[in-house]
């Protein structure tokens, strides 16, 4: 299939590139760059040993996307454009709301008028806000979302079921990613922050690596076995994977369907920074500080449904992605050097 990858330059869509290659499908990348670098293609174009087919287009811009369809005629389109930043949106909650909900918007607007009505959408496990059901299963109700971040990935999937309700000819799959981490083995690609990461995974690998002094756990006095938060880890190659596996249910004309994309594994911070310096012999001298505003103490998913529907699952554990992690971070210090 030729598929449209929207934020095909970031964290998920360059690994996702790798896997639709290798599954034999053909990619375009339409990015406008606010939180990548066109080196990630550069380094994605050697590993699969050809050209990606890039347009620096924002997806708000109407005319730009529309000449992008003009020029390419796609099968579906995997939608990672949006901003991810939970503390930032908070502050800039227009500037959120603005590129996550006008940015889909223009994209479905577009892909309609250009009878491509199949689309892979990011979503996330914040839309199950303090989950009612753990291990949270997709019939789990979606909860309150603390951050403008989270309402619009709740309220785009709420348009995409709109869409898909009105017109059957739309076939909208919703991933719901829990916490990818890792990096493509051969240490080329990762994940580049802009600034002081907000997430653990990088936090620990620029702590291991010297650019910050200690991590700070926030909090370690929540209901959970060593007090620490627990989350459902995922490789960020799996959580690719995931994407060709989601095609199939596109191809099976599903509709709608919604899939948990996780490992079904729960994992305290403490688990994960000890994994991390066992696997790697390194160390990340840390120390305990308040409970982060907003956070939960347990979010861990029941993958089944992904594994009976789609015969996708998690391959990696948690060893591995420490391992992957911080191999990207240290052959790359400053990540692609922005
Ligand atoms: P990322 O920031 O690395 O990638 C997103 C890409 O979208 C970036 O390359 C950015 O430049 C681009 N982009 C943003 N706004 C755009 C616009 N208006 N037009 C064109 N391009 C635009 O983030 P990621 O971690 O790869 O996440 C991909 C998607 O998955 C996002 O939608 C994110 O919200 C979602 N998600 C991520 C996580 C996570 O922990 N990384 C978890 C759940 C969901
Ligand atoms: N966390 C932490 N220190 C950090 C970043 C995160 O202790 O510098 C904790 C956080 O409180 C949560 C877990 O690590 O329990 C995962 O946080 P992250 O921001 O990576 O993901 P999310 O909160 O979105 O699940």
Redesign the pocket.
């Known amino acids: 299939m030729k598929i449209l990858l929207t934020g095909g330059a970031g964290y998920i869509g360059s690994h996702t590139i790798i896997e639709l290659d290798k599954a034999g499908h053909s990619v375009v990348v339409v990015d406008n760059l606010v939180n990548s670098n066109p080196e990630s293609l550069r380094r994605v174009a050697k590993i699969i040993g050809k050209e990606i087919p890039f347009y620096e287009v924002d997806v708000r811009d109407k005319e730009a996307l529309s000449k992008v369809f003009d020029e390419n005629k796609f099968d579906a389109v995997i939608h990672f454009a949006g901003l991810k930043a ?1 503390g930032e949106s908070v502050a800039k909650p227009l500037e959120y709301y603005h590129n996550n909900m006008t940015g889909t918007f223009v994209l479905l607007d577009v892909m309609r008028q250009n009878q491509c009505k199949n689309i892979i959408f990011s979503s996330s ?2 839309v199950y806000g303090d989950p009612a059901i753990i291990p949270i299963t997709e019939d789990c109700p979606k909860g309150h979302c603390t951050n403008p971040y989270g309402q619009t990935k709740s309220m785009l999937e709420e348009v995409l079921m709109d869409v898909q309700k009105a017109d059957p000819e739309w076939n909208v799959v919703l991933l719901r990613y829990f ?1 990818p981490i890792g990096a493509h083995k051969s240490g080329m690609i990762g994940e580049n922050p802009n600034g002081i ?5 990088p ?1 620990i690998t620029q702590t291991a690596v010297g650019i910050r002094k200690e ?5 370690n006095d929540y209901d959970t076995p060593d007090g ?4 459902d880890y995922i490789h960020v190659c799996d959580l690719a994977s995931g994407h060709v596996a989601a095609l199939k249910a596109i191809n099976n004309k599903c509709g709608l369907a919604i899939y948990n994309l996780g490992t079904g594994h729960g994992y305290s ?1 403490l688990d994960v920074v000890n994994a991390f310096m066992k696997v790697n012999g390194v160390n990340v001298p840390y120390v305990i500080k308040p ?2 505003p907003g ?1 939960i103490a347990t ?1 861990y998913c029941n993958p089944a449904k992904a594994k009976a529907e789609l015969d996708w699952e998690a391959k990696y554990g948690i060893d591995e992605m420490c391992r992957d992690s911080w191999n990207w971070q240290k052959n790359n210090p400053n990540g692609y050097g922005k």
């Open positions: 939970v496990a914040t916490n990461p907000n997430n653990l995974m936090y991590l700070g756990i926030f909090g620490t938060g627990v989350r911070v409970r982060r956070d979010c």
